[in-house]
């Protein structure tokens, strides 16, 4: 197993620190990798971040992560979290363990939030912390 854990988020997280403020706070993308780049260092991890608004991409990274023997992999999915069988079935067919996170409480919000394609396939999922949930997401999986 290496020390490298994929950290691969979807559709519209580009637009953090800016998109909706009130529901996904003022940190940018780049905010949330600094911040796991320094901790994943203090737990003698790395970290590898990606973005994508393409389903197809984010299904790739996890084949990836699996060929890679990656440690772990950190996954907001954005949209897709509610949408995608395809995510699901990606996760399900690689043995790395997939953690879901999403910086608000899906099941505080609308009601097609409150299905999750990509937690019934995740080991664990994080939610409502902001982005505090990736840092969370990160302490679990170093301990894999």
């Excluded at 905010?31 to 790739?60: C, K, M």
């Excluded at 969370?136 to 999986?141: F, P």
């Amino acid at each position: 197993m290496s020390d490298t854990v994929y950290v691969l988020n979807g559709p519209n997280l580009n637009l953090l620190g800016t998109r909706e403020p009130d529901i996904y706070g003022h940190d940018t993308l780049d905010d949330i990798a600094g911040r796991l780049e320094d901790r994943a260092r203090e737990l003698g991890l790395s970290i590898d971040l990606r973005q994508s608004n393409h389903e197809g991409h984010l299904i790739d990274w996890l084949h990836e992560a699996q060929a890679y023997d990656a440690r772990a992999v950190i996954l907001n999915a954005g949209g897709f979290t509610h949408t995608s069988i395809a995510i699901h079935d990606a996760i399900k067919s690689v043995r790395t363990p997939v953690i879901e996170v999403h910086l608000s409480n899906p099941h505080g919000r609308e009601d097609f939030r409150h299905v999750s394609y990509v937690g019934r396939a995740a080991k664990g999922s994080i939610a409502g912390f902001g982005a505090l949930s990736y840092m969370l997401a990160l302490e679990a999986a170093a301990r894999f």
